[in-house]
């Protein structure tokens, strides 16, 4: 009787999504890696999608989806699969970028559905 009184999980505040005003989609993609070294892309990195392939956000790139959950590559990585956020409403300091997000960005974000707060 005793084991129905232990704690069976705890509820952790996610600092990454802000609400769920607008639906949170996600979706498994292939990100192109350039890398010579191990690491990980980490939960809330910013990946932009041009010439039919994710990456990792540029400059010159078009912001398209957040990586929803770590994920570790090798140095012998081209690609690797990740999960993604491709909708919902996220926290603008907890995104992932380099180089600072622009106003436009958010507002490409915007139109694909995803909102920084």
Not at 6 to 31: C, S
Not at 90 to 113: Q, Y
Request: glycine share 6%.
């Amino acid at each position: 009787m005793s084991s129905l009184n232990n704690i069976a999980y705890t509820v952790e505040k996610d600092k990454l999504v802000y609400d769920m005003k607008h639906p949170i989609d996600a979706t498994a993609v292939q990100v192109a890696i350039e890398s010579c070294a191990n690491g990980v892309l980490k939960r809330g990195q910013l990946l932009d999608f041009d010439n039919d392939a994710y990456s990792i956000h540029s400059e010159s790139g078009t912001p398209s989806a957040i990586v929803a959950r770590d994920a570790t590559y090798t140095s012998d990585d081209t690609e690797v699969v990740v999960a993604v956020y491709t909708s919902g409403s996220f926290r603008a300091s907890e995104v992932i970028s380099d180089p600072e997000i622009t106003i436009a960005d958010i507002e490409g974000l915007r139109s694909k559905g995803i909102y920084l707060k």
